[in-house]
């Protein structure tokens, strides 16, 4: 198991929290995630590296930018 913390650049509503969300939920193998607004942070489990790999450029390819804390 995967498990980190990423700083979310960008985030300003919880429309862009519901927009992330749903990628997320599209994604397969996520054992857990939270995003926040209040803290503009993710923190999400997954079953291998490949799939935080997947995570980040799905996000990113949303116009966020995601920064490993």
Not at 24 to 53: A, F, G, M, P, R
Not at 54 to 60: A, S, W
Request: glycine letters at 4%.
């Amino acid at each position: 198991m995967e498990k980190k913390e990423f700083k979310i650049e960008g985030i300003e509503c919880e429309g862009c929290v519901n927009r992330i969300k749903r990628v997320l939920d599209s994604i397969k193998n996520i054992n857990y995630y939270d995003v926040s607004l209040e803290t503009e942070t993710l923190v999400i489990e997954v079953k291998n590296k490949e799939k935080l790999d997947e995570v980040v450029t799905k996000i990113n390819n949303l116009g966020f930018t995601l920064y490993e804390k």
